[in-house]
């Protein structure tokens, strides 16, 4: 069966502080690769998506990025955090079709920037 | 901006109730509908999805409905549970892409026992 992990669950940084969160998948190969946030109370922003390695799409302009080194890592980074950078950030991967279906997510790093 | 999106965001009901929420969305030429579930704290689950060639589909307790005629959705819970209670969002495929899902704002479930 397919799982997802992403870590780290929890995380407190300083504003100007460098961040890296990570998922990967197991248990399927070639998968969409996504990166979302979510506000308090709020609904997912996406942030980045990848349909392969090496292959990014950046959704909203940030201080954020995304890279894919391996088929079923997708890394989000940051090289100075800002106040807005805190969230719920989840990574979700969908299986490679004509057209997309379901996703599924993994549990979420929960980011404080202070 | 975001073409799914819900009439209520805040929903009370008894334990033991049925649960209805809502989902409106504007693209007319969406052929696929998911329901997901988020607890608190915790990435959103899969509940049920739905194909534009059909009005109902039934899950364990769970039933989606399709109106393609007022582009609206719904999501109703029989008999609901403590465990019900989460955040539940609509989400479509999005307009003009192969790849990428719109969530809607998500609406709150709270059970009271």
């Known amino acids: 069966s397919q799982t997802i992990h992403q870590w780290p669950a929890t995380l407190v940084q300083p504003v100007g502080s460098p961040l890296s969160l990570e998922c990967t998948v197991e248990?399927?190969?070639?998968?969409?690769l996504y990166w979302y946030r979510q506000a308090a109370g709020r609904g997912l922003q996406l942030l980045f998506y990848s349909v392969g390695i090496g292959q990014i799409s950046s959704e909203v302009p940030q201080n954020l990025s995304a890279s894919r080194p391996q088929d079923r890592q997708f890394i989000l980074s940051s090289k100075k955090l800002l106040l807005s950078d805190s969230g719920f950030y989840l990574c979700a991967w969908s299986v490679q079709a004509p057209a997309i279906g379901e996703l599924f997510f993994g549990e979420g790093s929960r980011l404080t920037v202070l | 901006g975001e073409s799914v999106g819900l009439h209520l965001p805040t929903l009370s009901v008894q334990e033991g109730d049925n649960s209805i929420i809502n989902c409106a969305y504007s693209?007319?030429?969406?052929?696929?509908f998911i329901w997901y579930k988020q607890e608190s704290g915790k990435g959103p689950q899969f509940i049920i999805d739905?194909?534009?060639?059909?009005d109902k589909r039934q899950g364990q307790r769970v039933t989606v409905l399709l109106n393609k005629t007022v582009k609206h959705l719904s999501l109703q819970i029989a008999a609901t549970q403590p465990g019900d209670s989460a955040v539940y969002f609509c989400a479509e495929p999005t307009l003009g892409s192969n790849y990428k899902l719109t969530f809607g704002k998500g609406t709150l479930l709270t059970v009271n026992p």
């Open positions: 739905i194909r534009s060639n059909m």
């Open positions: 693209n007319s030429a969406s052929d696929y």
């Open positions: 248990g399927t190969s070639n998968p969409n």
